[in-house]
């Protein structure tokens, strides 16, 4: 079943009309609108990239402005991840290779801009390849200030991605912060992953009797005399606490507790 659906795939990829929509891009020829980032422009073709987004189906037919001018200008966003998204449009693939990391991030977000879920599917996806390579180096460091840089409290696939890849490797992460440095500095300032982290873990407990487990992770408390005499101590989720008001507790009862 693999194999026939691997085989149906390079068809499609090799079907002439595909072949035709690859070679249009960064070819002016038929070509019937234009779209600009940071100076750079593109020429391109309405009939193939509107139906892929309809944030920019309206821009293009309707009566805003971009319509009217026969021009769309990006704005807060980097002209390589317009590239990307342009170059997906056509191709349903795009280059990598250069600042895997930030590329990939920036494409994410802007498929989610832009609805096209395609494209975010496969940002993602190639985000995800790229941490699972390179989570012990900057690689990983930088996905973590990009991402919380961008949207430190919001939701989104290139959010979960990044802390699915962060939670398989945690263990290892926290084993040795002389190491892994840079990742620890990051937590550090970066209060909002450190959060989204603890939250999805098993080893956050939720009860005392839960917090007496052998097994559960624990950090030093410096915030209150009762847990500084115990050392380290559990974590225990707040009774009041949601996903997007996370509240921690440490054995002094004292809500609002968070890793020293």
Known sequence: MAAADASR?????????????????????????????????????KAII?????????ACDGDFREGIAQCYIFNGVVADAVNAMLSYFYTH????????????????????QY????????ACKKLSSCLSNGWAGEDLVLAIETVYGIDPDGESGVKTCLLEVVREHLDELLSDAE?????????????????????????????EADARASHVARVNCRNHEFCMKLGPVP??????????????????????????
């Open 9 to 45: 795939k390079d068809e499609a990829a090799t079907h002439p009309i595909l072949i035709g929509v690859k070679s249009l891009f960064g070819n002016e020829r038929y070509s019937d609108y234009t779209m600009e980032c940071e100076g750079r422009k593109w020429r391109i073709h």
């Open 115 to 122: 609805l096209c879920t395609p494209l975010k599917d496969l």
């Open 179 to 207: 190491k892994y440095a840079d990742f620890h500095a990051t937590g550090r300032k970066t209060p909002s992953f450190l959060m989204d982290i603890l939250v999805g873990r098993r080893h956050l407990v939720h009860s």
């Open 235 to 260: 974590l225990v989720l707040s009774s009041v606490a949601s996903r997007h008001n996370v509240l921690l507790r440490c054995p002094s009862g004292s809500t609002g507790c968070c890793p020293a």
């Open 93 to 112: 693939d795009y280059h990598d290779e250069e600042s895997r990391v930030m590329l990939n991030v920036r494409v994410c977000y802007l498929a989610q």
């Open 50 to 58: 509107c139906p892929q987004s309809e944030v920019l189906a309206k």
